[in-house]
């Protein structure tokens, strides 16, 4: 059997014509090139595939490319804005969060959910966040800290934007 | 690479559909929701099916609300709504007490209440979670629709009583004064449960009037400890009771030697869980009934 669908990835919309058993990662990384999304486990257990369906976090190893037919999908190639790096990104930068980066971008796309709908986590909040995930050099430490770094800059980013506001109205 | 065989994809858009398609490609067709367990099942040819029914825009099962005084958790309820429902919480902390050790946030996000308990995986949490509150599954087939307690709903590991055809499509618990907790034992986060243990009891003059015991991947006939049930209920919330309880669980619970114990250290978790859950149902009653606290 083979199927035409059409899914908006970091939107843009693709359509290919696949097989209904085509995994969502397989799907992104070798009908659309997007090999920013990594395949590691197979097993739904390592979570360096994670990618955003309809903005919620999914294993996409564990999920068929046709179930995301008519949806939104987010990889970490969609992170990246007009002003540059996400501020996650940047936090992974400042805070050395990567060593070998395999499990870069399932942990990008997991703290960035993470910070949207916790602005201020605390440690155990983005442990827990990223327990489904595995870093291979065990570099958790530094994981933590380039997420706290990120919600701590964008907590600042808020303030400031507040503040000069207020200046603006002053004068 | 771990690809699923090949097999034919539909995707239903109600329920009506989804039985329709379940009826024209018979039993050799599954359906699928969070796919969390199927599709792994699929990647290692441990399943087969000839043609999946994809049931995730079916947003009628997707829903958790109260009638007539009855919990109704929707099959296509994901964990991480199940967890997060004040409405939940309020009524039957026991489930949120089992999904915060179900898997991860991420896999939570897209499994379902009623992929875990059709799985019937013997390690399940929510199936024990269901039998120490005697819920109920309501099962839909294009004849109507049938309602079983989920202390019937398990046939044996991986089987249930939907037969082809039929679609589970609600959980139903009733509601009444009650109190509930659950307590697991895992290798590290985010595993199957080494064994695991739910309880929900209710108290009138001091003595337990209802008492329910869930117990997970012990090999407990549909998930639940009836010969412990049956001692505690009639008689006081004692610690000696619940201690009872917990060894009479031990003894008639059927845990399996494997990767994660001897059955000795199985049964040694069976008695010691039981025993504890009992205690913090128990807290938790006595929190809300401060004025006729159980000892």
Redesign the interface.
Same mark, same amino acid.
């Given at each position: #059997?083979i #199927?035409e669908v059409t899914v908006t990835v970091n939107g843009h919309a693709y359509t290919r014509t696949i097989?209904?058993?085509l995994?969502l990662t397989?799907f992104l990384r070798d009908e659309l090139g997007l090999t920013g999304t990594h395949w590691g486990c /197979?097993? !739904?257990n390592c979570?360096t595939c994670?990618v955003w369906l309809d903005d919620?976090? =999914?294993?996409s190893c $564990? =999920?068929?490319a046709? #179930?995301a /037919?008519g949806r939104q999908v987010r990889t970490v190639e969609g992170l990246e804005g007009a002003d540059g790096l996400d501020p996650v990104q940047q936090g992974f930068v400042a805070c050395h969060g990567l060593q070998c980066g395999f499990c870069t971008p399932g942990m990008l796309m $997991?703290a960035r959910w993470l910070i949207d709908h916790n602005p201020a986590p605390s440690e155990g909040d983005i442990r827990?966040?990223i !327990?489904?995930?595995l870093c291979r050099c065990t570099g958790y430490e530094n994981i933590v800290r380039s997420v706290r770094w990120a919600a701590e800059h964008e907590a600042g980013v808020r303030e400031h934007t507040v503040e000069e506001a207020g200046t603006e109205v002053q004068a | 690479m771990q690809v699923p065989a090949q097999f034919r994809y539909e995707k239903a858009s109600s329920v009506e559909h989804a039985l329709t398609l379940l009826d024209r490609f018979g039993a050799e067709s599954r359906v699928v929701a969070g796919g969390h367990s199927l599709i792994p099942m699929m990647k290692l040819r441990l399943a087969q099916p000839e043609a999946l029914i994809d049931i995730n825009d079916l947003d009628e099962l997707a829903t958790i609300s109260v009638e007539q005084s009855t919990l109704c958790i929707g099959a296509l309820v994901r964990h991480t709504d199940l967890l997060s429902s004040a409405l939940v919480g309020e009524h039957f902390p026991i489930f949120a007490d089992a999904e915060r050790v179900i898997a991860d946030p991420v896999v939570r996000n897209r499994g379902t209440v009623g992929g875990s308990l059709c799985q019937a995986d013997p390690s399940e949490d929510l199936s024990a979670a269901f039998a120490a509150v005697r819920g109920e599954a309501v099962i839909q087939s294009a004849d109507g629709v049938r309602t079983v307690p989920v202390r019937e709903f398990f046939v044996g590991p991986y089987q249930t009583v939907v037969e082809p055809g039929e679609l589970l499509v609600q959980l139903r618990v009733p509601i009444r004064s009650s109190a509930s907790a659950y307590l697991k034992v895992e290798r590290r986060a985010g595993d199957w449960a080494v064994a695991a243990a739910g309880a929900e009891l209710r108290l009138a003059d001091g003595v337990l009037a209802e008492t329910g015991i869930g117990l997970t991947a012990l090999g407990a006939p549909n998930f639940h400890a009836s010969e412990a049930e049956d001692f505690l209920t009639g008689g006081p919330a004692t610690d000696e009771r619940f201690a009872e309880a917990g060894r009479i669980a031990a003894r008639h619970c059927n845990p399996i030697a494997d990767q994660r114990g001897p059955e000795a250290y199985k049964r040694h978790l069976a008695a010691t869980l039981v025993d504890r859950v009992l205690r913090v149902a128990r807290t938790r009653w006595n929190g809300l009934h401060p004025e006729e606290e159980a000892r």
């Open positions: #059997m #199927m097989e209904p058993r995994l397989h /197979d097993t !739904s979570g994670v919620v976090p =999914v294993k $564990t =999920v068929l046709v #179930m /037919d $997991t827990e966040a !327990s489904g995930q | -």
